[in-house]
Nanobody, 125 residues
Framework: EVQLVESGGGLVQAGGSLRLACTYS????????LGWVRQGPGEEREGISC????????FYADSVKGRFTLTVDEKKKTMFLQMNNLSPEDTGRYFC??????????????????WGKGTQITVLG
């Protein structure tokens, strides 16, 4: 059974940093692409970053490029999202997600197949 569990959300001042973690089980990093999707207040979900071992691909949305970094620790089966220079526009619920062939060719083929429950981030301006 595929499971994804996020942690690391919270309150932060604008300009600050947070690191999200997503612990996954039921599959290996070689099998599925991993990604982060966020949903701001009153907004649709946005795929902000993804990574694929199979396709040697990595993607960042323009809204987070240069500020967010996605990494994967395969031994710990954990994906991280380091978020720097946060702004109130980054406020939202952040979901960890996984899917087959969802990250390739410098694109994030949203939506994903599997989802975590999400973690809330609020950036105070």
């Amino acid at each position: 059974e595929v499971q994804l569990v996020e942690s690391g959300g919270g309150l932060v001042q604008a300009g600050g940093s947070l690191r999200l973690a997503c612990t996954y089980s039921g599959f290996s990093f070689q099998d599925l692409a991993l990604g982060w999707v966020r949903q701001g207040p009153g907004e649709e979900r946005e795929g902000i970053s993804c990574i694929s071992w199979l396709w040697s691909a990595e993607f960042y949305a323009d809204s987070v490029k240069g500020r967010f970094t996605l990494t994967v620790d395969e031994k710990k089966k954990t994906m991280f999202l380091q978020m720097n220079n946060l702004s109130p526009e980054d406020t939202g619920r952040y979901f960890c997600a996984a899917g087959e062939n969802r990250c390739r060719g410098d694109r994030f083929y949203y939506p994903m197949d599997y989802w975590g429950k999400g973690t809330q981030i609020t950036v105070l301006g």
